[in-house]
């Protein structure tokens, strides 16, 4: 372990490749074929399974188990090695548990606790809040923002640039206890507020926004303002003005570019000089030159 700064009752595998620089708490297990980047920090009392990559320049808090064994290692012992792979500048914060079979991008960040299960894909400067719980075989975008207490169901789909705010549920089982699972499809620029929940198979269209405490049972369309218990159609976004400095605040990535890739040129600005591919990749294609939807 030369180079390296390693705590005590440390338990470091020989076939672990840890890269230069690294440090080390107490008390850290770190399994075979772990690869750990260069500059990284594990504070104490982490565990790194078998089969675990992690990029350079990342952190990882006190108490975090990442590649957690899925049901058939615990049960049987037989379920194989299913590798997590995280890119770097990573920042995962005290006692969250990340799941072997997963993919995480550069970027990324936890709150305190977070669970993440297996067959999750997650994109890049994609943030996951306090007490959240992502429960596998999701994909989610990228530069999203999840705030804390957020549960999302098996199967979901989360596009690029998307808000999702405390306490939001996005359901899966249409008629509960089945074993069929239909997951929420939420697109690009989609806003759900504080303490939502949506039902099995609803998608949610790009620039839409869902009002706190809606229960949403139906697709949300383009631009629609959904509200209430059922969630119906209340507005148009394009119609709001924040009431505190009143002018209009959506679509919002006109009015906000905190953490936002366009921060300092303007959405317009970003998206003209960004390659197709890119709009492939955060999946905005369907986007005009100026930031509106194609007709």
């Not at 209430?228 to 006109?254: L, M, S």
Request: net charge negative; proline share 4%; glycine share 14%.
């Amino acid at each position: 372990m030369m180079g390296h700064e390693i705590g005590q009752y440390c338990v470091i595998s020989e076939r672990a490749t840890l890269g230069t620089n690294v440090t080390v708490g107490h008390h850290c297990v770190i399994e075979d074929d772990v690869t750990i980047g260069d500059n990284t920090q594990i504070e104490s009392h982490t565990v790194i399974r078998s089969g675990v990559s992690l990029g350079e320049n990342s952190f990882i808090g006190s108490g975090c188990i990442l590649g957690e064994r899925g049901q058939g290692r615990c049960g049987d012992r037989k379920d194989g090695q299913h590798p997590l792979h995280i890119g770097g500048n990573a920042l995962i914060r005290s006692g969250s548990i990340l799941y072997a079979g997963s993919k995480i991008g550069s970027h990324f960040q936890t709150g305190h606790r977070v669970t993440i299960r297996e067959g999750t894909e997650i994109g890049n400067h994609t943030s996951i809040g306090t007490l959240s719980d992502i429960q596998g075989k999701c994909s989610i975008g990228h530069y999203v923002r999840f705030h804390s207490n957020v549960h999302i169901g098996q199967k979901s789909v989360v596009g690029s640039f998307v808000w999702i705010f405390p306490y939001v549920v996005l359901t899966n089982d249409p008629a509960p206890p089945s074993n069929y699972l239909d997951g929420v499809h939420i697109y690009p620029f989609a806003v759900i507020a504080t303490s939502a929940t949506i039902l099995p198979g609803v998608k949610i269209y790009s620039d839409s926004l869902v009002a706190a405490g809606a229960t949403v049972g139906k697709d949300v369309e383009q631009y629609s303002v959904v509200g209430g218990v059922p969630a119906r159609v209340i507005g148009d976004v394009r119609d709001i003005t924040n009431r505190i400095i009143g002018e209009k605040v959506y679509p919002w990535r006109y009015y906000f570019d905190t953490y936002m890739p366009w921060k300092g040129v303007g959405f317009d600005s970003w998206f003209a000089m960004i390659p197709d591919a890119e709009k492939e990749k955060f999946g905005i294609a369907f986007l005009k030159s100026d930031g509106a939807a194609c007709s």
